[in-house]
């Protein structure tokens, strides 16, 4: 298991607290949720609910049955329709064959993880796979890759992992690649010749862009570039915290004049001081409704399904990843050692139906929330994957 330096490194940020998870987040935490009395939000159990950014444990869970059955009730738990789920490269890979084949692994992985777990795991290859999910009450998986390294300089390789059941790629993560540059790049460079190619060769092969993790040119670029929707599937409100991660005010708007989608994270984003709490979740979903429209407004957590088992350990291990991290530029100095990338009074399994009650309670709507929790992210890939 890769230490937290390597880890923050390597992994992109949801897999990242995936992979921190045995025996010290995830397993035995409570996976409070409403499955068998009603939901906080009397309409939860019919929407469509869809994290942008989100997964399970269950890659790193395969020796550990304890640790598996507790991962299942957490999904069962949380009443989601299904999770974006990352399997690479999130900066981990450079242009080499072995992340192509490292990648092309990955996804046989999770293909067999799902057909251990069909009656609580379905992989999402279609919109019609989405309203099956939803019925059958299992959690659907659609595979992602955060940033374009494991094409190498062959587009191509588009149609091959759509074939393999990717159905969402992100251009970059924080580092730059060949389509473009990241979050983290001071250059503000956009998108290549190569990432234009790449963004037509996504739209050809009807597979979702992501725009997240850009900065600020490759993102505007790639939203103007791509002829659908696109999304960016984890971010916050640049205008409430200016941080390299979080989408200006411009760019949001030009993604919803593309029908596109931008999920809220849950990560310390969201504020520039503090540890963000669920009023800065609120706080910046509405920002995002006043900027686009609450038909371009979703949920990215990039957090992992189940919640976190604040033990001591894992809270004296949290805080030498959060000063890596500082180190590292993930975090601006100044922040407190104690950051999580989760929401701590939002830290159970089911805190889209929790979330979705604090909606109704601030006078959003019910056909407003459905769209939040889900319903946006559902019609943007309807409209792709056709």
């Not at 959003?364 to 559902?378: P, V």
Request: hydrophobic share 45%; glycine share 10%.
């Amino acid at each position: 298991m890769p230490g937290r330096r390597e880890a923050l490194k390597g992994l992109g940020s949801a897999a990242l607290m995936l992979s921190l998870a045995p025996g010290a987040a995830f397993a035995g935490g409570p996976a409070r949720g409403r499955a068998g009395s009603a939901p906080a939000w009397p309409l939860y159990r019919d929407t469509i609910a869809i994290d942008g950014a989100g997964g399970t444990g269950l890659l790193w869970f395969e020796d550990d049955a304890a640790a598996t059955a507790a991962e299942l009730d957490a999904i069962r738990a949380s009443g989601l329709t299904a999770a974006v789920l990352t399997i690479a490269p999130s900066g981990r890979f450079w242009l080499d064959d072995a992340a192509f084949e490292k990648t092309r692994a990955t996804l046989a992985k999770w293909d067999a993880i799902v057909a251990r777990h069909p009656a609580h795991l379905l992989a999402v290859r279609t919109a019609a796979d989405l309203e099956r999910a939803r019925r059958e009450r299992r959690l659907g998986l659609i595979y992602t890759f955060q940033g374009t390294e494991s094409l190498g300089e062959d587009a191509d390789r588009i149609a091959l992992f759509r074939g393999l059941g990717v159905r969402v790629i992100q251009l970059t993560h924080n580092r730059r690649n060949l389509v473009g540059d990241g979050c983290m790049e001071p250059g503000n460079a956009g998108l290549s010749n190569f990432g234009r190619e790449v963004v037509a060769r996504l739209n050809a092969e009807k597979i979702v862009v992501d725009v997240a993790h850009g900065s600020a040119r490759t993102m505007a670029e790639g939203i103007a570039a791509s002829t659908a929707p696109p999304l960016i599937s984890h971010t916050g409100c640049r205008a409430l915290a200016d941080l390299p991660r979080n989408t200006d005010d411009a760019t949001l708007r030009a993604l919803a004049e593309k029908g596109g989608v931008a999920g809220i994270i849950f990560w310390p984003y969201l504020r520039t001081d503090t540890q963000p709490m669920a009023e800065d979740v609120i706080r910046h979903i509405e920002h995002a409704i006043d900027v686009c429209g609450e038909d371009h407004v979703g949920i990215g957590t990039d957090a992992g399904v189940a919640p976190v088992a604040r033990t001591p350990e894992f809270e004296k291990d949290n805080r030498e990843w959060v000063a890596g991290a500082v180190e590292d530029g993930v975090f601006e100095r100044g922040r407190p050692p104690d950051l999580y990338t989760f929401i701590p009074d939002l830290n159970t399994a089911d805190r889209f139906d929790t979330l979705a009650m604090l909606l109704s309670k601030r006078g959003h709507s019910d056909a407003r929330i459905d769209k939040i929790l889900g319903g946006n992210f559902a019609r943007v890939m309807r409209d792709v994957w056709g």
